[in-house]
Antibody, heavy 120, light 108 residues
Framework: EVQLVESGGDLVKPGGSLRLSCAAS????????MSWVRQAPGQGLEWVGR??????????DYAAPVKGRFTISRDDSKNTLYLQMNSLETDDTAVYYC???????????WGQGTMVTVSS | QSALTQPASVSGSPGQSITISCTGT???????VSWYQQHPGKAPKLMIN???NRPSGVSNRFSGSKSGNTASLTISGLQAEDEADYYC??????????FGTGTQVTVL
């Protein structure tokens, strides 16, 4: 059974930093492309960024609103995906979902999400 | 483009069919449109990928299609459990991914 379990969500002040983790199981993580998707309260889904598998080069891509502030990384030895968020803004307040991209363009499986609140 | 365009809401009676549209440009609505269902307080669930492919376990009442720059999700034989938010997504020519604005489906 595929499981994606996010953790690390918290209340943080504007300008602060936070690191989210996503523990993966039930599939071959080191072959997987992974993405983070977020959803602000009462709003729609927004793609945050993606990391390819190491075998595909391990490259990362980011959405414009987070580029230069957020960094996605992975530890294949721990089957864990990370999202390092710096220079946080109030507009970053959202539930953050970890997703396994079962094809290059498909968010095939989702975690339950972790809440990040940016407020003074 | 920041998001693909979907109608804010669509409704239908039990047993009826409804269709949700997802409109973009030639740079984003291509062969890689997916659809997701999200019930309140839950994580989204993949319903359709690659325009019309239905993953294992998804009801055959859900089907997808595309014409030009508009993709569509059709739910036939509408049931109470289909009441949820639905989002399309696609891959853009710049190598990023984009979601639709979301559609709330109400079963009357």
């Amino acid at each position: 059974e595929v499981q994606l379990v996010e953790s690390g969500g918290d209340l943080v002040k504007p300008g602060g930093s936070l690191r989210l983790s996503c523990a993966a199981s039930g599939f071959t993580f080191n072959h997987a492309w992974m993405s983070w998707v977020r959803q602000a309260p009462g709003q729609g889904l927004e793609w945050v960024g993606r990391i390819k598998s190491r075998g595909s080069g391990g490259a990362t891509d980011y959405a414009a609103p987070v580029k230069g502030r957020f960094t996605i990384s992975r530890d294949d030895s721990k089957n864990t995906l990370y999202l390092q968020m710096n220079s946080l803004e109030t507009d970053d307040t959202a539930v953050y979902y970890c997703t396994w991209m079962t094809t290059m363009t498909t968010f095939g499986f989702w975690g339950q999400g972790t809440m990040v609140t940016v407020s003074s | 483009q920041s998001a693909l365009t979907q109608p804010a809401s669509v409704s239908g009676s039990p047993g009826q069919s409804i269709t949700i549209s997802c409109t973009g440009t030639s740079s984003d609505v291509g062969h890689y449109v997916s659809w997701y269902q999200q019930h309140p307080g839950k994580a989204p669930k993949l319903m359709i990928n690659d325009v019309s492919n239905r993953p294992s376990g998804v009801s055959n009442r859900f089907s997808g299609s595309k014409s030009g720059n508009t993709a569509s999700l059709t739910i036939s034989g509408l049931q109470a459990e289909d009441e949820a938010d639905y989002y399309c997504s696609s891959y853009t020519s710049s190598g990023t991914l984009i979601f639709g604005t979301g559609t709330q489906v109400t079963v009357l």
